[in-house]
Every structure is written in C-alpha cells, then in structure tokens.
C-alpha cells in the first residue's frame, strides 16, 4: 500500500500544488504541474492535463484515436468538478469533436446543466467554434475491422446488437486480468486530480469509453458521483475501469463520502473497494481509484493486482508511479 504525503507549508503558502492521475497521465501531469508551479488554477491544470492526453494518438482510450464502438465509430464522454463550490460540466456520446474535457468544462461555464449528450452536446461543439474533427485513426479503424469485418456491421440497422455486446463483455471478469499479456485491451480512460496553492482542488476524467461498446453507451466518466467528484472540503476521486461498477454504487461521492463522515484516505479507499465487492463476479469486474485529501495526500485503489497510480508535486521532477491498495492485501 503506497499513500503519498504532499502537504506542507512552504514560504507564505498553505499547499504544495500536488496532483494525482492514472497511470496514462504522465505527459498531461508534466504540462499540468508546469502551469500549476507558475500559480495557476488547480481547475485549468486538469482540463490542460486532460487535453494533452486527449491529443495524444498513441492513447486508444481516451480522446482522438479511441477504441470506437461496435459500430466503427468514436463517441467521446469526460467531465470536470471544481472543488470550491463543486461546480460541474459534462459531455458524452460525443461523435466527430475532440476535446471532450474542454467542451465538459464550457457546460459548467455556459449553461444551467451539468450533462450534454450525443447531438445536443456536439450542437453546443459547433456553436462554441470547436472544428469538427474525426476522432478515429486508421490503426484503431483497422483493429475495428479485423474484429469485426464477418459480423457485417454496416449500418444502425443492419444487425441485433444486443447478443454481441453480451458475448464481447462476458470474457472480462476479474480472473481473466484484463491487463494480462495477449489479452484484448478495451479499457481505458484518464482520471487527473489537482491541488493548486490557493489549496482549490479540481478533478477530470476523460475517456473513449469501453472498446467496442454498444452505441452510445455511457460509462462512469462523464456522470457526477460515479467516475468524478470533488469537493474542496473533503477531498477529491476519479475512476477508470468498468464504469457499470462505479455507475451502480457511485464510487467517486462514496469515496469523498467516507471522508466527510470521518474516515481516512486509506480507510475510506477500502470501503468504496467493499462496496465493488459486493457487486460480486459481474461482466468486467475491474475498476481503480485515484483520491486525494484537502492536503494533498494521495492514494490509489484497484480491484486487479498490479495496478499504479502517478503523483507528482511541485519539488518533483518527474511524475513518480506508486502501487494501488487492494482490498484483499488490506484484509
Ligand atoms: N471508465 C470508463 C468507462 O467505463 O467508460
């Protein structure tokens, strides 16, 4: 079990800017921290932070380049929280725009709402100057058609998806590690979370959602409560995996939860992990954590071994992995 302490009083400040993410992070955290060492927002850090890793082709899990759907087709979901008066934006379904995070951000900005869908959301794309753009690559095309070419997925309209979806997700339960070499990796999603000096924490999460997916299937990423939350009282929780999981016992407010009602970082971590137990052996039982406290301590959480998590504070060079609890080495 790895906890990371980040808090400190350094010359006339109350915090370290301090950031936390999953393990794909690494590149959104460097740019991130740079601008949160020059002063900046902990809000524009994971929005910048998530960006980078939306841009990023060699990532098929989040942004341009994801795994698209069983259909062939990219739909894109993220949010964002502001911990100082847990404002929040989000966006998912979205098809042919990139940058979801930013676009999740101009919700909060923008609009009485907190969730945009599918057309309305990329409506509000194109009204706020976003260029469309096709988020699918020819390497994540050409891993669709190889998987797909004989099922003769043509159209909406072409074929019963519902046996399908069920046949592709049933292989991915805990015992068969969906990590493990060889097997097909159709997860993925980048949680960031970020304490700034001012000692404002903002959370984001951004995500392709599940390979293969049934069409505008929405996971845990964009949805409040479930993949994302973040309250500058209590502390802040983002989650990648199998958001059906974290969709059902709403693991990111739990985990905020337990610490409002007294528990620590690590204590807390462990409940919202019992609470995915209790879900039992369900398709994809697979899920982590990244938290982080009012004074920036982190942890991360799994439900799979071998799991890490990144942080980096401002007197480190470089984002540093540490390992995930999990409830069974916590027992
Ligand atoms: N955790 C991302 C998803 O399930 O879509």
């Not at 906890?3 to 006339?12: F, K, L, Q």
């Not at 999603?189 to 299937?217: E, H, I, M």
């Not at 502390?235 to 990648?240: L, P, Q």
């Amino acid at each position: 079990m790895t906890r990371v302490s980040a808090a400190n009083g350094g010359a006339g400040r109350a915090t370290l800017p301090v950031m936390a993410a999953s393990e794909n992070g690494r590149a959104g955290m460097v740019a991130a921290m740079a601008l949160l060492r020059k002063g900046g927002r902990a809000l524009d850090a994971v929005e910048l932070a998530c960006r980078v890793t939306e841009d990023d082709p060699n990532d098929h899990s989040v942004g341009y380049s994801g795994l698209p759907n069983v259909m062939g087709e990219v739909e894109l979901d993220a949010s964002i929280m502001d911990g100082r008066d847990l404002r929040s934006g989000a966006v998912a379904a979205v098809r042919g725009y990139g940058n979801p995070i930013t676009l999740a951000r101009q919700v909060m900005e923008q609009l009485p709402h907190v969730l945009l869908a599918g057309r309305g959301a990329e409506r509000f794309a194109a009204a706020n100057g976003h260029a469309p753009q096709d988020q699918r690559t020819e390497e994540a095309l050409q891993r669709w058609r190889e998987r797909f070419a004989h099922y003769g997925l043509d159209s909406e309209g072409d074929a019963d998806l519902r046996e399908l979806t069920n046949t592709l997700t049933r292989p991915l339960n805990l015992s068969e590690a969906p990590l493990s070499a060889g097997s097909e990796r159709r997860f993925g999603t980048v949680n960031f979370l970020a304490l700034d000096q001012y000692g404002d924490l903002a959370s984001a999460v951004s995500t392709s959602g599940l390979g293969w997916k049934y069409p505008s299937r929405v996971g845990d990423s964009p949805i409040i409560g479930a993949g994302n939350y973040c309250d500058n009282r209590y502390g802040a929780t983002a989650c990648t995996g199998m958001g059906e999981l974290a969709l059902r016992v709403s693991t990111a407010r739990s985990l905020v939860l337990y610490m409002k009602l007294g528990m620590s970082l690590h204590e807390a971590g462990l409940e919202a992990l019992r609470d995915l137990a209790y879900l039992g052996g369900v398709p994809g039982r697979y899920m982590n954590m990244v938290a982080m406290t009012p004074q920036g301590e982190c942890a991360g959480f799994t439900t799979v071994p071998g799991k890490k998590y990144l942080y980096m504070n401002e007197e480190m060079e470089e984002p540093a992995l540490a390992e995930r609890v999990r409830l069974e080495e916590s027992a």
